[in-house]
């Protein structure tokens, strides 16, 4: 999950400098077509076949459609908002998880995870500070790009049961590249990326690849409620990001509403740990 902070951060930075050239279709295109590439090279240097057969491809249609969906919105409210406000809606998504893994995963919701869920969910409110502007398409997009990732969340827990990790990276880009090529081509016209947007291009490709690859082994690993509270690590990380490189001003609620999402993750990883070393 350390790895998956890592590349999550950098593709926000990246999905950033690219967007004065490319919307979010084509982002997600691009992405993609250069996503399918690097695992087809993966793929070759493994000895593997030219691409991995295909189990449950409901599941991963479902999976795929509500990443896609997730992501489109994600890249939208990247652009429009400061990147901390960005990443704390988005952070919603792992308190969708504490809810609706127990209906669709059966795994338990305790107590030291809802007070994890409660505390992040604080923090999410002190750092989103909701009500103190009107609601914006981008700050709708932040909030429902949550919602879809959650789903992908689980979705991804369900298929780490059953296929390999490769696969499920595999057709998510195949089936992506085909999402992002119909939405980019709609209107009939797509742009061409420029010699100064490929570079920011690949690193949104290897870096979403190595994020799925990251929370997809993590979900293999342990439960979805004890993985995704991780993720609340990218916020004082974007935070400090969005200071340095474009100015975007760390206020106290930052701070605080940081302090209480690390809180609450602490209590939850210790709690797991006790019950569990697998935790």
């Not at 993966?42 to 969906?69: C, D, E, K, Q, V």
């Not at 949550?146 to 880009?173: N, P, S």
């Not at 990001?241 to 930052?254: K, N, R, T």
Request: a positive charge.
């Amino acid at each position: 999950m350390m790895g998956a902070v890592a590349a999550l951060t950098s593709m926000a930075v990246a999905g950033r400098e690219v967007s004065f050239a490319l919307d979010t279709f084509e982002i997600m295109a691009y992405r993609s077509i250069a996503g399918v590439a690097l695992l087809a090279v993966i793929l070759r240097a493994r000895g593997a076949p030219a691409w991995p057969r295909l189990r449950r491809p409901g599941l991963h249609l479902s999976r795929n459609l509500a990443h896609f969906t997730a992501q489109n919105l994600w890249f939208y409210a990247i652009i429009s908002l400061p990147l901390a406000q960005v990443f704390a809606l988005e952070f919603t998504a792992p308190l969708w998880v504490l809810v609706l893994s127990p209906l669709i995963l059966g795994e338990r919701l305790t107590r030291p995870r809802a007070l994890a869920a409660l505390l992040g969910f604080a923090g999410i409110l002190l750092v989103a500070q909701p009500g103190a502007a009107p609601l914006s398409p981008a700050l709708l997009a932040a909030a429902g790009c949550a919602l879809g990732f959650a789903f992908t969340y689980i979705f991804t827990k369900r298929l780490t049961a059953q296929v390999d990790t490769i696969e499920i990276l595999w057709w998510m880009t195949v089936s992506q590249t085909v999402f992002g090529l119909v939405c980019a081509l709609i209107d009939g016209e797509m742009a061409l990326p420029s010699a100064q947007s490929l570079p920011w291009i690949a690193v949104i490709a290897a870096a979403g690849l190595s994020a799925h690859y990251c929370i997809t082994n993590a979900l293999r690993r342990a439960s979805a409620m004890v993985v995704m509270p991780f993720d609340f690590l990218r916020l004082p990380l974007i935070a400090l990001i969005g200071y340095l490189a474009y100015d975007e001003p760390v206020g106290l609620a930052v701070v605080v509403g940081a302090a209480l999402i690390l809180g609450g993750n602490y209590i939850s990883l210790r709690a797991d740990a006790r019950r569990s070393p697998r935790a």
